[in-house]
């Protein structure tokens, strides 16, 4: 199994990002991302779980009304469309795998990891 994240860069404040988290090996019944900055402790951004052909999105006040989750079931994607970005976004963002559960806010409920791509926004 394995999450492959990309999409991460350098915009400036108000700018915009899609970040895709690409999963092989197996399907997960929830995805999420989280995003750590130097010195902090990992965050939970937002998760997006299915139950049947509805898709439930959660999200971090923080991120609320700017940052969207999304899942393509067909390339076993999740996406993270993030807009109006802040440089207190600037961080590591992570997607992370969820093998039979309903997703979470708590990153050690997730059963596999990617690699991270890095997100810095310029003010």
């Known amino acids: 199994v394995q999450l492959q994240a990309s999409g991460g860069g350098l915009v400036q404040a108000g700018g915009s990002l899609r970040l895709s988290c690409a999963a092989s090996?197996?399907?997960?019944?929830?995805m999420g991302w989280f995003r750590q900055a130097p010195g902090k402790e990992r965050e939970y951004v937002a998760h997006?779980?299915?139950?049947?052909?509805?898709?439930?999105?959660y999200y971090a006040d923080s991120v609320k009304g700017r940052f969207t989750i999304s899942r393509d079931n067909a390339k076993n994607t999740v996406y993270l469309q993030m807009n109006s970005l802040k440089p207190e976004d600037t961080a590591v963002y992570l997607c992370?795998?969820?093998?039979?559960?309903?997703?979470?806010?708590?990153?050690?409920?997730?059963?596999?990891w990617g690699q991270g791509t890095q997100v810095t926004v310029s003010s």
């Open positions: 992370a795998a969820d093998v039979g559960g309903w997703g979470t806010r708590d990153p050690s409920k997730y059963d596999y």
């Open positions: 090996g197996r399907t997960f019944s929830a």
């Open positions: 997006i779980r299915e139950s049947g052909r509805i898709s439930y999105t």
